[in-house]
């Protein structure tokens, strides 16, 4: 079972960026993400800046992948896409069906999250398309996931987002520039003031969701340290952990630990709490309401 660190969702100075993944080549990640996959407003990087950070994790060992945009709203967005799918050095996720059209018989690809595959016709028709891997919906319980199994077609390898607050929509409005009450074509990039997004709150003080410009997100980190074990059983081949702004090298670790432990580690889970910025959950893992956090059956 390989690690992979999924694409940057929040928008970080060009120069803590170039930091984060010199230190990510120096962890024990299999595949990193890369490129701008939110708002295309995020303009702190170019496509060559990113071209050179994957050059750089591709000497350091790790395989790099450039994903594209989820939610493209102009010719400009479209053109930015273009200029990622014609980039033949490295292999791409495409997050919408126009990057999985451009790709297409074209070259292998990664058929992000984005796209829903939730059942074998879809898997079999996107393999059929040319993925080589597919990325299960955030909301799949794993009964689900081990019917796509059994129905795999071969050759694809299947990931699992397993770390990191899980994002549940995307919008044509920016909520981040709402807040401010600024427009959104005149946002003053104000995620940057956010390096884990921001979070809403109920009137009671409790996490409701974090605001990540036109994306929401949970305001629980999805958390499947736990349930690794059960992963491994239906032969997930990569579990994706997203990037966070602080202890990213200590949350892959832990994961590096579970993977190649022979017994699971009741305790990880609850060491692990202190590198998260907001309390676990799993819940969609296991059929229930995803801000839930479903113990294993040893604990």
């Not at 701008?36 to 702190?44: K, L, N, T, Y």
């Not at 995620?191 to 605001?211: A, N, S, W, Y």
Request: net charge negative; glycine share 6%.
């Amino acid at each position: 079972m390989k690690l992979a660190l999924g694409p940057l969702l929040y928008y970080w100075p060009r120069d803590t960026v170039f930091s984060f993944y010199q230190a990510m080549a120096e962890t024990p990640v299999d595949v990193v993400y890369l490129g701008e996959a939110v708002c295309s407003r995020r303009r702190e990087l170019r496509q060559s800046d990113w071209i050179d950070i994957a050059r750089l994790l591709r000497d350091a060992g790790k395989q790099p992948v450039l994903s594209t945009m989820v939610l493209l709203e102009s010719t400009a967005d479209v053109a930015a896409m273009h200029k990622i799918v014609r980039d033949e050095e490295f292999l791409v996720e495409a997050n919408d069906m126009g990057a999985v059209h451009n790709l297409a018989g074209q070259r292998p690809f990664v058929a992000g999250p984005q796209l829903n595959l939730f059942n074998p016709d879809a898997l079999a028709w996107m393999a059929g398309l040319g993925a080589r891997r597919w990325v299960m919906p955030l909301e799949m319980r794993q009964g689900d996931l081990a019917v796509l199994q059994q129905h795999r077609p071969a050759g694809l390898e299947t990931e699992v987002f397993a770390y990191g607050r899980m994002p549940l929509a995307f919008s044509a409005r920016c909520f981040t520039a709402r807040h401010y009450n600024r427009p959104k074509d005149d946002c003053g990039f104000a995620c940057i003031e956010h390096p884990d997004g921001q979070l809403l709150q109920t009137r009671e003080g409790e996490g409701f969701l974090v605001l990540n410009g036109i994306q929401t997100q949970s305001a629980r980190v999805h958390n499947l340290l736990q349930d690794v074990p059960a992963l491994r059983a239906l032969g997930v081949d990569l579990l994706r952990l997203s990037p966070q702004s602080q202890h990213m090298a200590e949350v892959i670790a832990a994961f590096d630990a579970a993977r190649h432990a022979a017994q699971p580690d009741p305790t990880a889970l609850e060491r692990m709490r202190a590198l998260m910025p907001a309390a676990p959950c799993n819940g969609y893992w296991h059929g229930k309401p995803g801000l839930d956090l479903i113990e294993p059956a040893h604990a």
